[in-house]
């Protein structure tokens, strides 16, 4: 059977159906695949028994991999991050609607997670479109929002002295390393697809360039709550084999932590991107 790309959310996300990543794609598949990551941002698939190996060669398919900088790496592959709870963990990483890497001059392309062990219930991802975010915005704020920059850093999450990185010490290192800040515009063009997107997220973003954090806080608290509304987003379900490749460029992710007792271990690549502009 060939390639179906299958949308299953008004919010965000398709789903790649008929395809074994294992045995390799054609040009053809992959085209699609390529096609329709662009087009949505987010792409599902299920029951994708793959190695690490057939994990990393996957994701060269789609540009240079990111070594990331903070993550456990899996045993004898540094190219995949280990994204673990343990049974007495309370804390989860992602827990809290995010983008990864805007703290990065050129921000990560995206990422490829797989699961590969998954609790009884609980452990979903929530994502969110920030195409649909910035699009359903009034043409007023779409006005206001474009000549603005904001300024992004990794240090208050990662760096030696961030109370994340003092609770999840056991999972997260290299806080020395979290010295990252970068400014990008609060709208941009997606490098790929030509559409705008809302670039900011409550993880990585401090203040609107020129702004001071109280003065910055009002707009960005807004653009945080309208970005989130339930027609902009997507809850996705895991199963062991399951895939989420999302777009860091314009889609938000939050991982739940609802599972409390119950181990959950998934495994992460992130291919790197190219510079974003307004």
């Known amino acids: 059977m060939s390639l179906e790309i299958r949308k299953i959310s008004g919010g965000v996300g398709v789903e790649a159906c008929n395809i074994d990543i294992a045995k390799g794609l054609s040009e053809a598949d992959m085209a699609t695949l390529k096609a329709a990551f662009v087009e949505h941002g987010l792409v599902f698939m299920h029951n994708q028994t793959i190695t690490p190996e057939q994990h990393i060669e996957f ?5 240079e991999i990111n070594i990331n900088r903070f993550f456990a790496k899996v045993d004898g592959y540094e190219e995949i991050a280990a994204v673990v709870k343990e049974k007495d963990q309370l804390g989860n990483i992602g827990g809290g609607w995010h983008t990864d890497h805007s703290y990065d001059q050129i ?12 609790p009884p219930v609980g452990g979903d991802t929530l994502f969110s479109c920030m195409y649909k975010a910035y699009d359903s915005l009034s043409d007023g704020m ?4 474009e000549s603005l920059k904001a300024v992004h850093s990794s240090r208050h999450i990662f760096g030696e002295q961030s109370s994340y990185q003092e609770a999840m010490s056991d999972r997260l290192s290299n806080a020395e390393a979290a010295t990252q800040d970068a400014i990008h515009p609060i709208v941009i063009t997606h490098p790929e697809s030509g559409r705008k997107a809302l670039y900011v997220n409550p993880a990585f973003t401090l203040h609107i360039e020129g702004w001071s954090d109280a003065e910055s806080k ?5 653009l945080y709550q309208h970005a989130v509304q339930m027609e902009h987003t997507t809850r996705f379900k895991w199963a062991v084999g399951s895939i989420a490749f999302w777009d860091n ?21 992130t ?4 510079p974003i502009a307004a």
């Open 107 to 118: 921000p990560a392309l995206g990422s490829i997670l797989i699961a590969r062990e998954t």
């Open 271 to 274: 291919i790197e991107g190219s």
């Open 218 to 222: 009002p707009l960005l608290d807004y």
């Open 249 to 269: 460029r314009c889609t938000w992710h939050y991982a739940l932590n609802d599972y409390h007792g119950e181990r959950r271990e998934m495994h992460r690549i």
């Open 59 to 63: 994701a060269k398919n789609w540009g």
């Open 142 to 145: 779409k006005k206001t929002l």
